[in-house]
């Protein structure tokens, strides 16, 4: 059967591994924590879409249970994330993290 | 084209539009309403897979919460100089380009050379992603993991609370 008709589970794995790759570059490339902290949600995200292709696929629902838990554990590293960036500027007055060398010797 | 097809092209290259527009904006507060189309683009795709669920708490959670909280912060910081938020520029950024794109190639090779077998979605997608029938096995055989998160986000809250405070020996 052609492409066009039906679309295979690859597409899927696909499109996850290219948003799970846009944010692993994101993470490298930008100094701004804040928007690092948001390559690691593209990143979640994009595990998600795997996640429930393969449950949607494969007729079972563990997949989509999993994206729940892993929702739960993205809002639970954004508030701490956030949190870390809001007491790292407190004390530093930066967020870009090149300019932060404290651990450094 | 299959509906199918269609609304996956349409949602996926939306999806990695905007996943390379959050990560090239310069203000972060382009970047955060960026993402925001993202996490809209991927409800699109949920819906393809006939996750509505889902589809539904990626846009409460995720476009709803998580993204309010970090422009609330973006805003806290206050970064009106327009002068620190430029990017200098870093060879790291080509290597990381590159090295991305070789990844990608890869993965793309490997799904053509070795084919999944599976071609459709299962005729159980529609009925397993119903508010019903995740509820159903959430609050059966996932009853634990479901307490345990829980326990998580209670720890995630204390954890936000005592390194957002002013004073950190309180």
């Known amino acids: ?105 | 084209m299959a509906l199918q097809v269609l609304l996956f092209l349409l949602f996926g290259a939306g999806a990695v539009g905007t996943a390379l527009a959050v990560i090239t904006r310069r203000n972060p507060v382009a970047s955060a309403l960026w993402m925001v189309a993202y996490f809209l683009m991927l409800a699109g795709i949920y819906l393809t897979l006939q996750a509505q669920f889902i589809a539904i708490i990626q846009v409460l959670i995720y476009a709803g919460a998580i993204m309010v909280l970090m422009v609330f912060v973006i805003m806290l910081l206050n970064l009106g100089n327009p002068e620190q938020l430029r990017e200098r520029f870093n060879p790291r950024v080509v290597l990381a380009t590159a090295l991305g794109a070789l990844l990608v190639l890869q993965l793309l090779l490997y799904f053509v050379s070795r084919p999944t077998g599976f071609r459709q979605l299962s005729p159980e997608a529609a009925r397993l992603g119903t508010t019903e029938a995740i509820g159903s096995v959430l609050f059966t055989d996932y009853l634990f993991p479901f307490e345990a998160v829980s326990l998580l986000l209670l720890s995630a809250v204390i954890g936000a609370v005592i390194l957002a405070k002013r004073k950190l020996e309180g």
């Open chain 1, 1 to 105: 059967m052609h492409w066009s008709q039906q679309l295979p589970l690859e597409a899927y794995l696909l499109l996850s591994a290219t948003l799970f790759t846009i944010g692993v570059v994101g993470v490298l490339v930008r100094r701004n924590a804040i928007i690092i902290l948001m390559s690691i949600e593209i990143m979640l995200n994009a595990v998600n879409v795997a996640l429930v292709a393969f449950s949607a696929y494969l007729g079972n629902i563990e997949g989509q249970l999993l994206v729940f838990f892993v929702m739960a554990v993205a809002a639970a590293e954004a508030a701490v994330g956030l949190a870390i960036v809001l007491a790292l500027f407190r004390t530093q007055q930066t967020v870009y993290v090149d300019e932060i060398n404290l651990m450094k010797w």
